[in-house]
Every structure is written in structure tokens, then in C-alpha cells.
């Protein structure tokens, strides 16, 4: 039998913290390792799987799309990707009138970076402490935790980090440099902190005040996660600028930037060979029916209530407090989270950290009730160890 875990080590430029083991098969809201041994999936690639790992309809929506073209430069129109750019501004903010297409959150924020510059003639940008944003060098830049950055800077300048859901410290912030904020509904990476609506809609009143453009960043919390279709629409927010990925194409690799009509950014100025290809506008095209047929933006409210119903029931002492939105979950503890994520592998349930004492829960949204109960159950008994 071949060693996975050793073939990989030795060919992989590996930047990754890796657990110990091998996953080679996933069906909704399970997977399988190279063992046989089967686990509830509460990472879902960090929220990508949103409507569960191998969903047959974009299955069917690839296999259809790929034996008619796979391919096709942005400078040719095509079919499949002009009936996704409405269906991407469809489900929007009303304020959104255009989409770039890409292949990353990363590069979502990069081109929102771009173009933002570019339309209002100003290099600066306010973002939140906490706040995540990517790895490459722009996003990087918006990005605020040290550890992440110190090893390349000099970054971008012109990002300015203030205290997150305090509006008095982002206003002393402004200067007349400042080309846009830029924010996350909720901080995924950062805890899953999560904004208030008192908080985004003064952000909202301060933009359109002083001229600056609102860019929020959805790039974990988009396509129902959070219990609606886009998390700014807990609020009624109207973003200048909203940046997609991970849920966008049911795992392959998609970002998209929605922008209202206060940008611009005209030819030669941006660009993607694989951004917006006929593959993945067919599996995002398939993803948006499948989550608008199936009322996912429900069933992640409803069923995240019910997840955290039941590990509040517990009492669980280990634990400092526990947020969520939706099926967007975040478990603070009172010590390290490391030992707590390896014992529920052992217990055969996925999860993920948000910073060094959360634990993380981002499972695809049609992961059932029998299976919500295994979850809660075995995160209650490692906790209560």
C-alpha cells in the first residue's frame, strides 16, 4: 500500500499545518480517510463545501459543461458565464451592478484593492483589528494579525487597522487619503466575532458621507453560511464592493467581486487567464439553484440554533463563550484549542481553529439533524475531559 502522508511530505512545498490523516473520499456531510474510517465534516475545506461534498447536481453540471468547452480567454463572450453574472448580481445587494470573476478569495480582495484605488484616486484603506483578508501581498496587507506578515514585509502601504464593532475609533481613522473600509460581517479567521448592525449601518452613513467606498469581505460567510444568501443582508447593507469565494462553486476554485456603479476599472487595467472559465461558472451556476431550490440560508439559521442549543445545554466549564451566525460557529475556550481538535479526530468529527482558543465549526449546510446530534455529542464529551 502506498505511504500517502510520506509521498506528500517529500514532493510538497508544505506550508500547511497538517493533521494525521489521509482523506480520499467525501459524500455530504461525510468523509473518508485511506483507513476506512468515517468522519462528520465540520471544516468543509474552510467553508467551501457548503452544499455538501460531491453534490450531485454539480456533478452532473460539470460533466455536462465539460464536454462543451472547459475553457475560454475574458477577451471571447460566453454563455455559461454571462448567465452567471446575472444570477451573481441577481441574488446581490441592489446596490451591485457588475462582477469581475476570479479563481480565489484572495484575489477577490486583491482586485477590490485595485479598483477601489483606481476609482477614487486614493491609496488608503481602514480595515479591523482581528480582520482577515488573504495571503497574497495586497490582502495580506489588509490582513491585521503580526504573525502572518512580519516574515514579508515591507507590505503595501496605506492600511490602517482600527478595534472592530467600535465606530468612534474607525471615524478618527478617516483622512483624506482614505479610498475605502474594508470589513468582514463576520471574523472568521479572527474568532468568529461578529458585527453589529448598529456598528455596519454608521459604517454605511460614514461612507456615503464622506465619499468613501464600503467593501465587505464575504468571503467565508457568503452563499448562505451565515443564514442568508450573503451575510450583509442581516442588515440591509449596500456594499460599493462585495467579495466572494470558498461556497461559490461547490469546491473548485472561484472568487468573484460584485461592484456598485462608483467603480471602474477599464480595459487592461485587471485580468485572469482562469478567472470565470466555463467549468466553474457551470458548478457556480449549479450551486446558487441548488442553495435557492433547497432553502440553505434557513436551514443554516435553523440548524445552527439547534447546534448551539445543544452545547449550551451543557455547561460546559472549558468553555468562555460561544458565538455563531448561521452554521458559522465559534466555541471560545479557556485554554489552548490544538489538544481539543486532535482528540475529536480520535472521536472521528472535523473541526478547525480561529486563532489559538476557538474551535471552529464551518460544516456543509445540508449536514443533517442525526448528524448535528453526533457533533454536539462528541464535542461535549472531549470538552468535558
Known sequence: MIDYKALQSEYEFDVYPKRDIVLTKGKNARVWDSQGNEYVDCVAGHGVANIGHCNEAVIQAIEKQSRKLITCSGTFYNDTKAELLQKLISIGPKSLKKAFLCNSGTEAIEAAIKFARFSTGKTDFICAMRGFHGRTIGALSATFQPAYKKSFEPLVCGFNFVSFNKFEKLVKAVTDKTAAIILEIVQGEGGVHIGTQEYFLQVQQLCQEKGL???????????????????????????????????????????????????????????????????????SLAVIDFMVENRLDEAAKKKGEFLVQKLMEAELSKVREIRHLGLMIGIELKEKVKPYIIKLIESRVLTLPAGATVLRLLPPLTICYDELEIVADKIIAVLQT
Not at 469546491?251 to 478567472?275: E, R, Y
Request: charged content about 15%.
Open 213 to 283: 467606498l464600503l467593501i465587505i469581505d464575504e468571503v467565508q460567510t457568503g452563499f448562505c453560511r451565515t443564514g442568508k444568501m450573503f451575510a450583509c443582508q442581516h442588515f440591509d447593507l449596500q456594499p460599493d464592493i462585495l467579495c466572494l469565494a470558498k461556497g461559490i462553486a461547490g469546491g473548485l476554485p472561484m472568487g468573484a467581486v460584485l461592484c456598485s456603479d462608483k467603480l471602474n476599472a477599464p480595459i487592461d487595467q485587471h485580468g485572469s487567464t482562469f478567472g470565470g472559465n466555463p467549468l466553474v461558472c457551470a458548478a
